[in-house]
T-cell receptor
Framework: DTAVSQTPKYLVTQMGNDKSIKCEQNLGHDTMYWYKQDSKKFLKIMFS???????INETVPNRFSPKSPDKAHLNLHINSLELGDSAVYFCASSQRLGIYEQYFGPGTRLTVT | AQSVTQPDIHITVSEGASLELRCNYS??????LFWYVQSPGQGLQLLLKYFSGDTLVQGIKGFEAEFKRSQSSFNLRKPSVHWSDAAEYFCAVGYSSGGSYIPTFGRGTSLIVHP
């Protein structure tokens, strides 16, 4: 069983479109994260949710809106996509809030044309 | 603000040779330190972590890392590299702030293994 899964794995879309990426974890963890990895492999945290509550929002444009319907899911919706949004987006989870090991999903490669 | 520096973008070693990947951090208090590995097309997997105690930390896949406070370093080592170790390696430092956890990753070191 996959611990942290993301769909879709690849997403190609045009500028101005709205898209969503879904993330699910079956580890029973309380905390989930979204990261963005750019073309130079730089990994930066975007959001963190703990028990469905937003904890971290790292100066991400408000075109990005995370939604956590329950503890096991953290989805990322992106409005009005721009070329600069092209990246690999990783979802991760950890047992609870604090300094715990993070378990990463396989990533979603978003390409905006 | 905390930061992590991985000075080597690429490292090339021969299979069977020893490996050391460098990581330096900048943080005022005792850091929480991690090494992750990312295989091509995959997410990150934790190799090892340091929170406190023994400064030499053992991880999975035969890796170890040593925390040196005086040098603000947390270098990753492996005595004998296997071809399957070819991957991207990320050092990360984390701190807890107001109950939340802020992880900061280095830019990664790409390990190339020659047969």
């Amino acid at each position: 069983d996959t611990a942290v899964s993301q769909t879709p794995k690849y997403l190609v879309t045009q500028m101005g479109n709205d898209k969503s990426i879904k993330c699910e974890q079956n580890l029973g963890h309380d905390t989930m994260y979204w990261y963005k990895q750019d073309s130079k492999k730089f990994l930066k945290i975007m959001f963190s949710y703990n028990n469905k509550e937003l904890i971290i929002n790292e100066t991400v444009p408000n075109r990005f809106s995370p939604k956590s319907p329950d503890k096991a899911h953290l989805n990322l919706h992106i409005n009005s996509l721009e070329l600069g949004d092209s990246a690999v987006y990783f979802c991760a989870s950890s047992q609870r809030l604090g300094i715990y090991e993070q378990y990463f999903g396989p990533g979603t490669r978003l390409t905006v044309t | 603000a905390q930061s992590v520096t991985q000075p080597d973008i690429h490292i090339t070693v021969s299979e069977g040779a020893s490996l050391e990947l460098r990581c330096n951090y900048s943080y005022g208090a005792t850091p929480y330190l991690f090494w992750y590995v990312q295989s091509p097309g995959q997410g990150l997997q934790l190799l090892l972590k340091y929170f406190s105690g023994d400064t030499l930390v053992q991880g999975i896949k035969g890796f170890e890392a040593e925390f040196k406070r005086s040098q603000s370093s947390f270098n990753l080592r492996k005595p004998s590299v296997h071809w399957s170790d070819a991957a991207e390696y990320f050092c990360a430092v984390g701190y807890s702030s107001g109950g939340s956890y802020i992880p900061t990753f280095g830019r990664g070191t790409s390990l190339i293994v020659h047969p």
